[in-house]
């Protein structure tokens, strides 16, 4: 016999605790539910006592030996003996999901770390897992003895919505947190899961399209961070992974689709950032080259132009915004005597204008539209925004290039104004450099003022 004397119980711990029989066998069926060894205790049950009336039962208590482990863990069985239903349960009982898994994942690995491993990818994204109270983690066992519930190290963040078990013989009951943090043999599991989660996704995009894109609406966005975090270490890992909405296909595509359908003297992949796909569709930039049938991808989330950015290439093919620079071939040579034919123009606004915009020129991507705001180089409009949003007392700005179409009757009714009434021509420059604000998504200085002038000009 081996007998246990618990301490006296005090204010700020409660020790007796540990002599109730629903707390030994919760512990019994956590740490040891899986240990080769039935562990049988008695434990108080209730019946119906024999003979007692239908109209008022009596009920009387007795003990009975009950085995309180199950013993066979469902991950040391061979996949083909486990039907769907009895992962399903497992997942279900185990992770307290009311949704099935999508996937299953079960890993069996002998050599230099022998472990045994089922992972499981949510059929639904967990309610807090984009908060700060969601805990990432894979259940840590030793030969079917829990050593910790959440073992964070064995999953990289870009997988962090992955849940499931690893069990190996090779890991010491005793070893503690700190030591697990540094043991070779968990950096070994952990690589190996992180290849193995990998494929099987690969597999997901590739076989089962409809299920990938189910996937992908409940934890896209935590790939795409996965791609921006340290510094784009991961994007080689996980940029065929990523799916963006296509303006020609009216879905989401991959990259390497993307790429396959560039025309042939087609350079860059173009994308256009905004706050949802209608809006984006009706950007002034994105006329021309959608009448071209030239393909845009459509970002709508603010991680979208980071990835962009660490990506910055794609099969050799470098990542272009519609909205930020001139993307046409001869654009530039188009805008450039345009602007020596209106030079007078451009210098009016500018002066009028002053230090809101960096530069007024011609666009040579307008075309029903007189006018549209474009970002420098480095930041959009959109990572403004973002940053706004995040510190709202940020002084970061995107730098603002006003475009105007020399052939819309606007320009032109600006141009007469210019020579025939500067006021006015005042006004106008005004009036489009406002105008150019809403279409890009960005806040008024002055609304008040804006509504005022435009009803001035109505008169």
Known sequence: ?????????????????????WRLQELVRKYSDYIRFPNRMEVSKTRRKEGSPDDKPEYETY?????????????????????????????????????????????????????????????????????????????????????????????????????????????????????????????????????????????????????????????????????????????????????????????PVTLAEYVSRMKEEQKFIYYAAGESLEKIDKLPQTEGLRESGTEIL??????????????????????????????????????????DAHKAVFDFVKETLGDQVKEVKASARLKSHPVCLTAGEGLSFEMEKYFQAVQPDSAIRAERILELNVEHPAFQALEAAVTADPEKAKKYATLLYDQALLIAGLPLEDPSGYTDLVCELMK
């Open 63 to 251: 003990q009975e030996e009950e085995t309180l482990n199950s013993m066979v863990p469902i991950w040391q069985r061979r996949k083909s003996s486990v039907k769907p239903e009895e992962y399903n349960k497992f997942y279900r009982d185990k992770f307290h999901d009311y949704a099935d898994p999508q996937k299953v994942i079960a890993v069996s690995a002998e050599g230099a770390v022998t472990y045994k491993a089922l992972l499981f990818i949510p059929g639904a994204t967990p309610f807090d897992y984009y908060t700060k109270e969601y805990e990432k983690g894979l259940q840590l066992y030793s030969n079917g003895v829990l050593i910790m519930d959440k073992c964070a190290d064995l999953l990289p963040e870009h997988f962090r919505f992955v849940r499931g078990v690893v069990d190996s013989p090779d890991l010491s009951l005793n070893i503690s947190r700190e030591l697990l943090q540094h043991d070779r043999q968990l950096k070994v599991i952990a690589a190996n899961l992180e290849k193995k989660i990998k494929s099987e996704l690969g597999k997901l995009l590739k076989d089962d399209r409809e299920g990938y894109e189910k996937f992908w609406k409940n934890f896209g966005r935590q790939i795409k961070y996965g791609v921006v975090s340290e510094y784009g270490a991961h994007k080689d890992l996980l940029q065929d992974l990523l799916l963006f909405y296509s303006s020609t296909e009216k879905k």
């Open 1 to 21: 016999d081996i007998i246990m004397h618990i301490k006296p119980d005090t204010e700020d711990e409660k020790y007796g605790e540990f002599l109730e029989s």
């Open 298 to 339: 459509y970002f709508t989330e603010e991680v979208d132009e980071f990835c962009a950015q660490i990506l910055h290439t794609f099969q050799d093919k470098e990542f272009r915004s519609v909205l930020d620079q001139e993307i046409e071939e001869g654009a530039e040579k188009k805008a450039e005597e345009a602007a």
